[in-house]
C-alpha cells in the first residue's frame, strides 16, 4: 500500500527561526512529489519535484528531492507569522493512474 | 478569474438522506479529483477523472459516487450517507501530468452526518 509519512506532525517556533520539514514517500511507480500548504482554507500549492538532487526555491522556502533515500524535506528561513500553516507533501504515481496520496501533514505556528 | 467552485459549503444531514456536492472548474482541466480531510489523516483522495466520461477509484471510495459528463463539473454523490462521512471535503483540478501538475484546490464542503 502506497504510504506518505511526514515529520514532526506540529512545530512551533519563534519568528525569524528556520525550520525543515520531512516527508517520505514508498510509492509504487513513483512520478513526482509535491507540497502544498493550507492555512485555514484549501491547500494552495508550492512545489513539485520530479528529479533528485534539484532544489527549488521560491523566496524563503525551498525543497529538494531525493530519490534514492525517498524522502524530500521542505526549508522554511526566516520564519515570519504568517508561515503558520500546515505543510502536506503528496507522491504522484507514474501510471494510468495519475492519484496522489497525501501525508497526513506537519502543522507549523510561528510566535513572534 | 481561474477557480474551482463548490457547493454546497457546509452542510448538515441525516443518515441516509441522499446528497450531491457539486464542483466546477472554469479552467478547462482534464484531471479533477475529491479529497476527504480528517484530523491525523491528512487528505485522502476519493475518486478521480482523467478527462470525460473516466472515473477511477482513489483510496477511499466506499460509499461515494462520482460522474464526469461535462469536463467543467464533477459532483460527488453521497448515495446513503452515514456518520463516518462527516468529513472536509476538497475538489480539485489540474491540467493532465506534464510537466506541470499544479492542482488547483476548491474552497472545501464540511459536512456533518447525524
Known amino acids: 500500500e502506497d504510504k506518505v509519512v511526514q515529520s514532526p506532525l506540529s512545530l512551533v517556533v519563534h519568528e525569524g527561526d528556520t525550520v525543515t520539514l520531512n516527508c517520505s514517500y514508498e510509492v509504487t511507480n513513483f512520478r513526482s512529489l509535491l507540497w502544498y500548504k493550507q492555512e485555514k482554507k484549501a491547500p494552495t500549492f508550492l512545489f513539485m519535484l520530479t528529479s533528485s538532487g534539484i532544489e527549488k526555491k521560491s523566496g524563503r522556502l525551498s525543497s529538494i528531492l531525493d530519490k534514492k533515500e525517498l524522502f524530500s524535506i521542505l526549508n522554511i528561513t526566516a520564519t515570519q507569522t504568517g508561515d503558520s500553516a500546515i505543510y502536506l507533501c503528496a507522491a504522484s504515481r507514474d501510471t494510468g493512474r495519475r492519484a496522489l496520496t497525501f501525508g497526513s501533514g506537519t502543522r507549523l505556528q510561528v510566535q513572534p | 478569474e481561474a477557480q474551482v467552485t463548490q457547493n454546497p459549503r457546509y452542510l448538515i444531514t441525516v443518515t441516509g438522506k441522499k446528497l450531491t456536492v457539486t464542483c466546477s472548474q472554469n479552467?478547462?482541466?482534464?484531471?479533477m479529483s475529491w479529497y476527504r480531510q480528517d484530523p491525523g489523516l491528512g487528505l485522502r483522495q476519493i475518486y478521480y477523472?482523467?478527462?470525460?466520461?473516466?472515473?477511477d477509484k482513489g483510496d477511499v471510495p466506499e460509499g461515494y459516487k462520482v460522474s464526469r459528463k461535462e469536463k467543467r463539473n464533477f459532483p460527488l454523490i453521497l448515495e446513503s450517507p452515514s456518520p463516518n462521512q462527516t468529513s472536509l471535503y476538497f475538489c480539485?483540478?489540474?491540467?493532465?501530468?506534464?510537466?506541470?501538475?499544479?492542482?488547483?484546490f476548491g474552497p472545501g464542503t464540511r459536512l456533518t452526518v447525524t
Open positions: 477523472s482523467m478527462n470525460v466520461e473516466v472515473t
Open positions: 479552467m478547462n482541466h482534464e484531471y
Open positions: 480539485a483540478s489540474s491540467f493532465l501530468p506534464g510537466t506541470n501538475y499544479e492542482q488547483y
